[in-house]
């Protein structure tokens, strides 16, 4: 099987009857049916096959369950009619349905800057900046050191203008692609040392988008790294650029298509959380029950042995950033565990592992064991697994779980991982550095549950305290990602950009609640938000969402005493809380009627229950409150 | 040799216009496939392209006057 990351070898080549099964693609259903035949690589042709199976099956109204919604706009000066289906395509492999609004060719300053142009009508939750160097006012000045500097300091100021004006006109987030490299060395080797040739100035204005616009709320899809990736030769293609403006070789299309999808996906929480590795020829060569440890392949300087070695840096490096750890063997487990703990080479150890299956059981049983463990969804877990049959049967049995092919070469293994895109994030939170010692923590916590006879004094023994406070800037990046990953424990999965996010906080008819949570097992970070309006004399609460890592702790009673409290002190009569169901959130159905609310009313799925201020008595609470002052909103403006 | 080229032209053809009824033939033009404008012949191309592992310049695309011709130049290119 090819390598070569322009056919996305991760994924498997799709069925012959694909065009079939797009047509005949059947709207109840159509959800997960559209899902898997995105699981495989799609070129040109199956992308526009599944894009318009999407367009049909969407305009006759079905509902399709699990994926979310995006308009996306794509703003460029260059051709994207080819781009639009392969990102539509993509966009389902990251539970995305995507609608994409092209602006009228090279019309990109009229779009952006008339208020009532096509792409501000179209009412974009996305807006995607594909500039092309070749529409951008960059001509080379070689050896000009001051030209140079204000062509790119103009080149910055263009996309700046784009960007404010789209954000004055709209709500929507912004995709700035960051721009490949040329094939064009008119002076050779010494291009690169002259300043104001044409690959220092565009290699200058990416440093700067990075530098200057990635703080102000803006998502970089990193094109010129992906075109240096595979080649900047084979990226671009004359060719296609006289034929039809097309800015790149078509037969990248399906891999930049992935890589935009994977931003757009990774803003909206879809975002894998958890690699389960397999053992046996997966982190190390040999089948250690019957090789036994010494017999192992993993060590330096073993042209195979460095291969197993750098799956596990890869494993290691995932960790370091926060995404959890899991193993899924068919091993006896006290043997798979001897070898972590006493091969000499393993750069992994159980330590790492959060949740660590190693029996003879079914794999795919196995896996639902490992995401209930970790309080995690399927969806959330990535498989790497050598051998295809169990690949096959994990695929077919568990469709939710991202299975990477991997070619039979180990040496590949790493790096076909890395380049699937499953973890992809847009921002690295103090939370994300700390996520794996809080998994790990809440093993010792099921432990110790297992170990207490009633759950009240378990929950003591935790030696919990909140904080509960308003949002604050340097929380913000974190309570974005809560409020757009969390699904389960998440009552109107309501999804705000950070932009949104910092309107709220300015906006005084709005308040705001984080909360952090401590126990003696370590900082769980900040893991519950509510968002409250104030209607008349009721706050009604707009957004309340929990990480599913602290569920079972009567968090969410303790919070509840602090925003009535809140409301009186305010003046306030009413507390109403809306529920709005999702396949995912089943979790919180009951939940404004555990904590004493009663139905005000029910409109279609959407109920809202109410909660009398003054009637109110507290809830008794296995842990201690800390209150943060509400901010001034005088002394901040 | 010739027939399999016609059978996957038949094929990238159908995909491309999501029409099952279309046969590849030595005498189709474009002009006979009613949905058969500019950008879906770049996208006939770019399947051709990917299908068959070659490449056309510009030039050779646009003087192609029918299937037929197509397929000899995706022949010789193979040769190559």
Same mark, same amino acid.
């Given at each position: 099987?090819?390598?070569?990351? %322009?056919?996305?070898?991760?994924?498997?080549?799709?069925?012959?009857?694909?065009?079939?099964?797009?047509?005949?693609?059947?709207?109840?259903? !159509?959800?997960?049916?559209?899902?898997?035949?995105?699981?495989?690589?799609?070129?040109?042709?199956?992308?526009?096959?599944?894009?318009?199976?999407?367009?049909?099956?969407?305009?006759?109204?079905?509902?399709?369950?699990?994926?979310?919604?995006?308009?996306?706009?794509?703003?460029?000066?260059?051709?994207?009619?080819?781009? *639009?289906?392969?990102?539509?395509?993509?966009?389902?492999?990251?539970?995305?349905?995507?609608?994409?609004?092209? *602006?009228?060719?090279?019309?990109?300053?009229?779009?952006?800057?008339?208020?009532?142009?096509?792409?501000?009508?179209?009412?974009?939750?996305?807006?995607?900046?594909?500039?092309?160097?070749?529409?951008?006012?960059?001509?080379?000045?070689?050896?000009?050191?001051?030209?140079?500097?204000?062509?790119?300091?103009?080149?910055?100021?263009?996309?700046?203008?784009?960007?404010?004006?789209?954000?004055?006109?709209?709500?929507?987030?912004?995709?700035?692609?960051?721009?490949?490299?040329?094939?064009?060395?008119?002076?050779?080797? +010494?291009?690169?040392?002259?300043?104001?040739?044409?690959?220092?100035?565009?290699?200058?204005?990416?440093?700067?988008? @990075?530098?200057?616009?990635?703080?102000?709320?803006?998502?970089?899809?990193?094109? !010129?790294?992906?075109?240096?990736?595979?080649?900047?030769?084979?990226?671009?293609?004359?060719?296609?650029?006289?034929?039809?403006?097309?800015?790149? %070789?078509?037969?990248?299309?399906?891999?930049?298509?992935?890589? @935009?999808?994977?931003? &757009?996906?990774?803003?909206?929480?879809?975002?894998?959380?958890?690699?389960?590795?397999?053992?046996?020829?997966? &982190?190390?060569?040999?089948?250690?029950?019957?090789?036994?440890?010494?017999?192992?392949?993993?060590?330096?300087?073993?042209?195979?042995?460095?291969?197993?070695?750098?799956?596990?840096?890869?494993?290691?490096?995932?960790?370091?950033?926060?995404?959890?750890?899991?193993?899924?063997? /068919?091993?006896?487990?006290?043997? !798979?565990?001897?070898?972590?703990?006493?091969?000499?080479?393993?750069?992994?150890?159980?330590?790492?592992?959060?949740?660590?299956?190693?029996?003879?059981?079914?794999?795919?049983?196995?896996?639902?064991?490992?995401?209930?463990?970790?309080?995690?969804?399927?969806?959330?877990?990535?498989?790497?697994?050598?051998?295809? !049959?169990?690949?096959?049967?994990?695929?077919? %049995?568990?469709?939710?779980?991202?299975?990477?092919?991997?070619?039979?070469?180990?040496?590949? +293994?790493?790096?076909?991982?890395?380049?699937?895109?499953?973890?992809?994030?847009?921002?690295?939170?103090?939370?994300?550095? /700390?996520?794996?010692?809080?998994?790990? *923590?809440?093993?010792?916590?099921?432990?110790?549950?297992?170990?207490?006879?009633?759950?009240?004094?378990?929950?003591?023994?935790?030696?919990?305290? &909140?904080?509960?406070?308003?949002?604050?800037?340097?929380?913000?990046?974190?309570?974005?990602?809560?409020?757009?990953?969390?699904?389960? +424990?998440?009552?109107?999965?309501?999804?705000?950009?950070?932009?949104?996010?910092?309107?709220?906080?300015?906006?005084?008819? @709005?308040?705001?609640?984080?909360?952090?949570?401590?126990?003696?097992?370590?900082?769980?970070?900040?893991?519950?938000?509510?968002?409250?309006?104030?209607?008349?004399?009721?706050?009604? &609460?707009?957004?309340?969402?929990?990480?599913?890592?602290?569920?079972?702790?009567?968090?969410?009673?303790?919070?509840?005493?602090?925003?009535?409290?809140?409301?009186?002190?305010?003046?306030?009569?009413?507390?109403?809380?809306?529920?709005?169901?999702?396949?995912?959130?089943?979790?919180?159905?009951?939940?404004?009627?555990?904590?004493?609310?009663?139905?005000?009313?029910?409109?279609?799925?959407?109920?809202?229950?109410?909660?009398?201020?003054?009637?109110?008595?507290?809830?008794? @609470?296995?842990?201690?409150?800390?209150?943060?002052?509400?901010?001034?909103?005088?002394?901040?403006? | 040799? =010739?027939?399999?080229?016609?059978?996957?032209?038949?094929?990238?053809?159908?995909?491309?216009?999501?029409?099952?009824?279309?046969?590849?033939?030595?005498?189709?033009?474009? =002009?006979?496939?009613?949905?058969?404008?500019?950008?879906?012949?770049?996208?006939?191309?770019?399947?051709?392209?990917?299908?068959?592992?070659?490449?056309?310049? =510009?030039?050779?695309?646009?003087?192609?006057? =029918?299937?037929?011709?197509?397929?000899?130049?995706?022949?010789?290119?193979?040769?190559?």
């Amino acid at each position: 099987m090819t390598t070569e990351i %322009a056919s996305l070898p991760w994924l498997p080549r799709p069925p012959a009857d694909f065009r079939q099964r797009c047509k005949e693609l059947d709207p109840r259903g !159509a959800a997960s049916e559209l899902r898997r035949l995105s699981s495989f690589f799609l070129d040109e042709r199956h992308s526009h096959l599944i894009a318009s199976a999407l367009r049909r099956v969407s305009n006759s109204g079905a509902r399709l369950e699990g994926l979310t919604r995006v308009r996306l706009a794509i703003l460029s000066n260059s051709t994207t009619t080819f781009a *639009a289906p392969a990102i539509v395509a993509a966009g389902l492999r990251y539970g995305l349905q995507i609608e994409v609004v092209e *602006a009228e060719f090279s019309q990109v300053f009229q779009e952006a800057l008339y208020p009532d142009s096509q792409l501000y009508r179209s009412k974009p939750d996305m807006v995607l900046l594909a500039m092309d160097h070749r529409g951008l006012p960059i001509s080379p000045c070689p050896g000009e050191k001051e030209t140079a500097r204000q062509i790119v300091t103009r080149g910055l100021t263009e996309i700046e203008g784009l960007i404010s004006a789209i954000r004055g006109n709209c709500r929507a987030t912004v995709i700035l692609q960051s721009i490949p490299g040329v094939v064009w060395p008119t002076f050779g080797n +010494f291009d690169s040392a002259l300043p104001g040739t044409l690959n220092r100035l565009i290699s200058e204005l990416n440093i700067l988008f @990075v530098e200057r616009l990635i703080p102000q709320g803006i998502l970089i899809a990193d094109i !010129a790294n992906l075109a240096a990736t595979v080649g900047i030769g084979e990226w671009s293609d004359p060719r296609s650029w006289n034929l039809a403006k097309i800015p790149f %070789a078509t037969r990248f299309l399906p891999l930049y298509a992935d890589q @935009v999808a994977r931003v &757009i996906g990774a803003a909206y929480g879809k975002s894998r959380k958890c690699l389960v590795l397999d053992l046996d020829n997966t &982190i190390w060569g040999g089948v250690v029950g019957d090789d036994g440890i010494d017999k192992l392949v993993l060590a330096n300087g073993h042209p195979t042995g460095e291969a197993y070695l750098e799956v596990q840096r890869a494993a290691l490096a995932l960790h370091s950033r926060g995404v959890v750890l899991a193993v899924c063997s /068919k091993n006896e487990e006290s043997i !798979a565990r001897a070898a972590f703990r006493e091969h000499p080479e393993m750069l992994l150890r159980e330590s790492h592992i959060a949740a660590f299956q190693a029996n003879w059981e079914d794999k795919a049983r196995n896996l639902r064991t490992i995401a209930e463990r970790l309080g995690l969804g399927l969806e959330a877990l990535v498989l790497l697994d050598d051998n295809a !049959a169990e690949r096959d049967l994990v695929r077919h %049995a568990l469709p939710e779980v991202a299975v990477p092919e991997l070619p039979d070469d180990p040496a590949m +293994f790493a790096r076909t991982l890395l380049c699937a895109g499953y973890f992809e994030s847009i921002a690295f939170t103090e939370d994300d550095r /700390k996520r794996n010692e809080q998994y790990a *923590a809440n093993a010792l916590r099921a432990r110790l549950a297992e170990d207490s006879t009633d759950i009240e004094s378990y929950l003591r023994s935790l030696d919990m305290t &909140i904080e509960i406070g308003s949002f604050t800037q340097i929380d913000r990046q974190r309570i974005v990602q809560l409020i757009n990953k969390t699904n389960q +424990f998440n009552l109107t999965t309501r999804r705000y950009t950070e932009e949104d996010v910092k309107q709220l906080e300015y906006d005084p008819r @709005v308040s705001t609640f984080q909360v952090r949570l401590r126990d003696r097992f370590g900082d769980n970070g900040l893991i519950s938000v509510l968002i409250c309006r104030t209607a008349g004399t009721d706050w009604i &609460i707009d957004t309340w969402l929990m990480s599913c890592r602290v569920l079972k702790r009567r968090v969410e009673h303790a919070v509840l005493n602090v925003v009535v409290e809140e409301a009186r002190s305010r003046g306030l009569k009413r507390i109403v809380g809306v529920y709005i169901p999702t396949a995912r959130n089943g979790l919180v159905k009951n939940l404004f009627e555990e904590l004493r609310f009663g139905l005000l009313d029910r409109v279609g799925l959407e109920e809202s229950w109410a909660l009398d201020v003054s009637t109110f008595v507290p809830f008794a @609470v296995p842990l201690e409150v800390k209150r943060q002052p509400p901010p001034d909103r005088a002394a901040a403006l | 040799m =010739n027939e399999d080229i016609y059978g996957k032209l038949t094929e990238i053809l159908r995909d491309v216009f999501d029409d099952d009824s279309i046969v590849a033939t030595p005498q189709l033009t474009a =002009n006979d496939v009613e949905a058969w404008d500019s950008v879906s012949n770049v996208r006939v191309f770019v399947a051709i392209e990917v299908e068959f592992g070659i490449r056309f310049s =510009n030039a050779e695309i646009t003087q192609l006057q =029918n299937v037929g011709e197509l397929v000899e130049l995706i022949e010789r290119r193979r040769v190559q």
